[in-house]
């Protein structure tokens, strides 16, 4: 569990221990706005008193607002209001059973919290909710961990979550005496169903109901918002469930509609029908986590499980959905939408997408269901699956094949397979998803709206803008922060420019774009040092190859992202939606006071190396010397020649001490090399070189860091690329001391097919570099150059004496091998004479895509050495454990 989480963990325990003990709840955890609106637009009135069907609940630390606790059942109306924050004491029940009904109104900007996941709120049958908000002030149901500011993207089961029990028809009454029926709601929410097809629960608009879920009972979580037996004459627009355990929304038979309805992050299905649902839902917005945490399906269907033929059939009608999946691959996978069960159903302009390692896209199981494709009750039409998987075929007990999914999904109207052409979730202008949708209003129901696209959005008016959590990035800044200068704007936001040397701390924001122009410099070497923080989910970029960001000697960079929401350092051309290319821009530079065996070792103090592209000096006498921290940073489009034959790296590491940290880190397409260490004692861990036009990892001069976790891709179409590693000591001398001797572990180098001057190859080592090497996995196409050489009589000769070293390592290459020891030891002699080496067929027998399938067994590195992981695979990544996921480009293809 990380650090992060624990810290958190520990606050919320503290925080129920004081309340339980009658304290306050004092946690100073930050801010209890986590991106949507704990009491939205409205101003907080001075403190109230609890009303007299509530008792005073203990403060919240950054909460203003009195809590007050309602608990048991409520059999008059009640008002929750916006100066209160609402705590809920184990199940809270508006009503008793078509008894004692009472309406529960909840005010704009009012938050209804639980503290556990016995804490939930039931609308019973006969009574009814009237919560609704506005656009700038919706309604929050959450959980006191958010209310603490605790609740994060991974958060969820916090709480129980919401039920409404109707009076409306469900497939499980007895249709002959529907007025006596009484089924048992989950969580043990209480009965629902009747016969009022037009009943009436209240109204939900404009709400949130976040990370909730709790599994109430064994095997029984409750669902973000459950609507059992509920009826059309509930108003149901602008909701949202995010970050639910289980389902989104899930409807158990019953005939209420839906408009404007926001899943996002939830860990099973978002949508879910069973039992006879007959309503209908339009403009309707589905997105896992883009972390990959946990999903299934955007949508999970049925009849009902115990009879696939019960009366009546569900059928909602629903139109204009968008479902965004994930890469989450596990017992349930991300997938968009499953028909099954004999259900039936009308499903029209729908936009199902995701990212490769997404599910399939469309299915339907069972002969039931599958008969329902024939007979014209399942409808799905002017619809694009853009996937990588987009069907699934529905087979019978032997495997014979009962609907071939894509070839009826494409014999459908108005249906494609292809690009939806998505900015995020809007459609771009030239999405195929304008203009091309069905009109469901004047064709089939009025009650829906007119409207002439595919997908949720109509490309212009974003309808979860002011409401919604967890989808929207920072609101943008009003002005640019100190150290920064506004410029006009190219990418649509506040853009602010950096320029010169910058010596005092400066902090890039998030919620504008910055602008590098020319050579920017954090700091002044070793004097007047300055910090550069940049905020997760920043934008840098530069417009020419002379614009370039440099952290001087003594300064520091804090770019600290997420795997949500990466820095990413690119150039004017990615950020307008123009062709990207390799050069675009310069690079990012950190230049250090660790040693370099460039350095007088006599007088390491006085050490001042001029950098690559006129960068500034590095080098000197600390080892542990720190400029800062990176992770989660992406570097794209880089690699200008700032002077003639001396191109930037993508990250340059020159004399960076082992203080730095650097983990999670990314270089694509730049013009030289992905990284290069010269000098220093730089680690790394979670590095992605992918699409790289010269070596992907350099060093030279003396380095001796360490890596884990270096995943090596060279351009998938062929385009220019050289070494995975390309190693030396140092040119001018090949004994130089400290002679380069880094440890590297678990690294993927997959070449390419690119034929020139120099070809796509995998390790190189010269120059009298030394090494420690373990779990490599080199692979590539069969045209690919070889894979491992030796150059320098110095460096085969540490080779030959035992001291440089690679063990445990798998080569699947059509030329594995080059040259010799010149002592008579081939290199693939002395391959293979290693601890734990093998050789292979060819790229498909050690990979799967980018994860490694083959079996050899790893060196343990953390026996040795605290800085390395111990893990049960070769190479850098493994299916199931896909450190890449959510944040790094140029993967899939």
Known sequence: MALGKLIKLSAVATALMLAGCGGDLVVNAGSNDNGGNNGGGVTPPPISACPTFATQGTSLAGVSKTVCEISGTITADTRLTADIAWSLSGKVTVGNDNANSATLTIEPGTTVFGKSGADYLVIARGSKIQAVGTVDAPIVMTSVNDMLGLSDEESSAEWGGLVLLGNAPSNKCDQAALDSCE????????????????????????????????????????????????????????IQVHNN???????????????????????????????????????????????????????????????????????????????????????????????????AAELYNFIVTGPQGMGECFEVNNDESVANTQNGEIVFRNSILDCAEPT??????????????????????????????????????????????????????????????????????????????????????????????????????LNCQLTGDITSNVTLAAGADYVLSGRVRIGADNTASATLSIEPGVRIYGKSGADFLVITRGSKIDANGTAANPIVMTSVQDVIGSPTAAGQWGGLVLLGNAPSNKCNQADLASCEIQAEGEAGPYGGANWEDNSGRLNYVVVKHAGFEVIPDNELNGITFAGVGSGTQCSNIQVHQNVDDGIEMFGGAVNCKNVVLTANGDDSVDWADGWKGKLQFVLVKHAADGAKANRGIEADNQSGNFTAEPVSNPTIANMTIIGNSFDGDDDSEGVLLRAGTNAQLANFLITGPDTMGECLEFDSDETKALAAAGTLTMTHSVIACAEPFKGDLGNGTTTEQWFLGQTGNSVAANQAAVLDGIFTIDATTPKDMSASDSFFDAVDFVGAVKAGNDWTAGWAVGLDD
């Open 183 to 238: 089924i048992q709601a989950e969580g043990e929410a209480g009965p629902y169903g009747g016969a009022d097809e037009e009943d009436s629960s209240g109204a939900l608009k404009y709400v949130q109901v976040r990370y909730a879920g709790f599994e109430v009972i064994p095997d029984n979580e409750l669902n973000g918002i459950t609507f059992a037996g509920v009826g059309r004459g509930t108003e149901v627009e602008y």
């Open 245 to 343: 355990l289980d389902d989104g929304v899930e409807f158990f038979g019953g005939t209420v509609d839906a408009k404007y309805v926001v899943l996002t992050g939830n860990r099973d299905d978002s949508l879910d029908w069973a039992d006879g649902w007959t309503g209908r839902m339009q403009h309707v917005l589905v997105r896992h986590n883009p972390n990959d945490t946990k999903a299934n399906r955007g949508i999970e269907a049925d009849n009902q499980s115990g009879n696939f033929t019960a009366e009546p059939v569900s059928k909602p009608r629903i139109a204009n959905m968008t479902i965004i999946g994930n890469n989450f691959d596990g017992e349930d996978d991300s997938e968009g939408v499953l028909l099954r069960a004999g259900t």
């Open 392 to 493: 699934k075929n529905s087979v019978d007990a032997s495997d014979n094949v009962t609907l071939d999914a894509q070839a009826w999904f494409l014999a459908q109207p108005g249906n494609s397979i292809g690009d939806a052409l998505l900015g995020g979730y809007v459609p771009a202008p030239n999405s195929p998803a304008l203009g091309n949708g069905y009109n469901v209003a004047n064709n089939v129901d009025p009650w829906f709206d007119n409207v002439d696209y595919i997908g949720a959005f109509d490309g212009e008016t974003d309808w979860t803008v002011g409401w919604t959590v967890g989808i929207h990035p920072e609101d943008d800044l009003a002005a640019c922060p100190a150290g920064t200068t506004e410029v006009n704007s190219l990418s649509g936001r």
